[in-house]
């Protein structure tokens, strides 16, 4: 069977991937719903999936003194990546569990299971899978790296401790923090870059962000410029 023309490997144009990493609560997941949004993408949060691989563990084996890469891979079958119009969204069990995957048992164990090399395929492939056939804005630690290593917009977004804290206790208490609770939730947020560390890579030719003094809107502005100016980049040439 011959192909159309336009669908020639030459001319066939992969769907755009932005890639966004950078530490715990440096504002990558809004700003990339954000960015999604504006280019009409569909977004990707890769954190998602390790959160709910764990709450799938978690159901089964309460006890995370007893995990194993395969009792993880075992409960993360029934984790699956639903496409909704703006998104590609975790669920488990076929369900939405936004709420238990950012709760508190999800969070102090995530990176047990983030540190687990055949959970950390089985994320990449399941990534990749929601890439093929949508462009996609895809936020994590490892995106621009070990993921998407040819992503045409590769993004390393990064804040100050202190100021990272802040944001997200305003979020969280939806009031001004006092310097007691930032100190206390900057504490937190170091130990967890900690814990991560090793996870979190930045691509040599990632655009760095220090978000410290910008607007989530200067943020998304930028982002969304970078992209345009990708997918202008790869347009197949009329002429051609
Ligand atoms: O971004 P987050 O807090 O939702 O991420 C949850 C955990 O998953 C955290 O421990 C970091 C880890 N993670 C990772 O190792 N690689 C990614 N691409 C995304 C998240």
Known sequence: MTSPVSESPERRVRP???????????????????VARELGFRHV??????????????????????????RVLAAAASVSLAATDTSFQARVAGREAEAELRGAEVTSRVSIVAKMPRVR????????????????????????????????????????PWERARRRLLQRLE??????????????????????????????????????????EEQVERIVALARRAQKGRSPDPAG
């Open 121 to 160: 395929a089985w994320v990449n492939d399941r990534v990749r899978e929601a890439a093929e056939g949508h462009a996609i804005v895809v936020d994590g630690r490892d995106m621009g790296t070990a993921v998407f290593p040819q992503a045409r917009v590769k993004i390393f977004l990064v804040a100050d």
């Open 16 to 34: 755009l991937v932005v890639a966004i990493d950078g530490p715990a609560a440096s504002g990558k997941s809004s700003t990339a719903k954000w």
């Open 175 to 216: 009031r001004l923090p006092t310097e007691e609770e930032i100190a206390e939730e900057t504490d937190a947020l170091v130990q967890r870059d900690a814990k991560d560390e090793s996870q979190t890579q930045r691509a040599n030719d990632a655009v760095l962000i220090d978000t410290t003094y910008l607007t989530q």
């Open 45 to 70: 949060d890769s954190g998602a999936l390790y959160r709910a691989a764990t709450a799938a563990t978690l159901r089964a084996h309460p006890d995370s003194g007893v995990w194993t890469e395969d």
